[in-house]
T-cell receptor, first 114, second 114 residues
């Protein structure tokens, strides 16, 4: 049962344009969401998070949007840079019962072309 | 501030052997979680420790075990290794107190079982 889904295995974007990565979830208990960037054979790097009491959070070039009614979140990267090319994972926590258990999506490979 | 440190980075073991992996969390963090990443299954939660107590456990067989020491360092042990245990093992560190907080990952240990 895939509780967090990233339906796009890959995304290709031109440098300078916007990258939009999407994530859907099914578990209504999830109330905190995180995005990570990952290179092969390395650990994920934390990018940005959002609590379910918000619908938007920004940090520099990264903005995460949360639509609770649709159980959908998205990560916007503006402007995209070649160094952003990596695998992006969304992850979710279920409040006080998670105890460190992040549930991850399958990841989206982002390629930013110069 | 030092990040999450995992040792060793690479390991090759033979089927039937056992292995111990180590994780030193970020200073001040009391929660350590372990994950297994494989191409087919993605990032899967193994277990989480907080103040030397296991608070949460994923769906892995009993061959996978862990512990946490008083200084918050954690070890993960896999006994009777199988070929399918070949994976990238990641640990994540977080404050772990009340509420949701970001988790920061180490570089991982690449385990190859032959």
């Amino acid at each position: 049962d895939q509780q967090v889904k990233q339906n796009s295995p890959s995304l290709s974007v031109q440098e300078g344009r916007i990258s939009i990565l999407n994530c859907d979830y099914t578990n209504s208990m999830f109330d905190y969401f995180l995005w990570y960037k990952k290179y092969p054979a390395e650990g994920p790097t934390f990018l940005i998070s959002i609590s379910s009491i918000k619908d938007k959070n920004e940090d520099g070039r990264f903005t995460v949007f949360l639509n609770k009614s649709a159980k959908h979140l998205s990560l916007h990267i503006v402007p995209s840079q070649p160094g952003d090319s990596a695998v992006y994972f969304c992850a979710a926590l279920a409040g006080g019962t998670s105890y460190g258990k992040l549930t991850f999506g399958q990841g989206t490979i982002l390629t930013v072309h110069p | 501030k030092a990040g999450v440190t995992q040792t060793p980075r690479y390991l090759i073991k033979t089927r039937g052997q056992q292995v111990t992996l180590s994780c030193s969390p970020i200073s001040g963090h009391r929660s350590v979680s372990w994950y297994q990443q494989t191409p087919g299954q993605g990032l899967q939660f193994l277990f989480e420790y907080f103040s030397e107590t296991q608070r949460n456990k994923g769906n892995f067989p009993g061959r996978f075990s862990g512990r946490q020491f008083s200084n918050s360092r954690s070890e993960m042990n896999v006994s009777t290794l199988e070929l399918g245990d070949s994976a990238l093992y990641l640990c994540a560190s977080s404050a772990g107190g009340q509420g949701n907080t970001e988790a920061f990952f180490g570089q991982g240990t690449r385990l190859t079982v032959v």
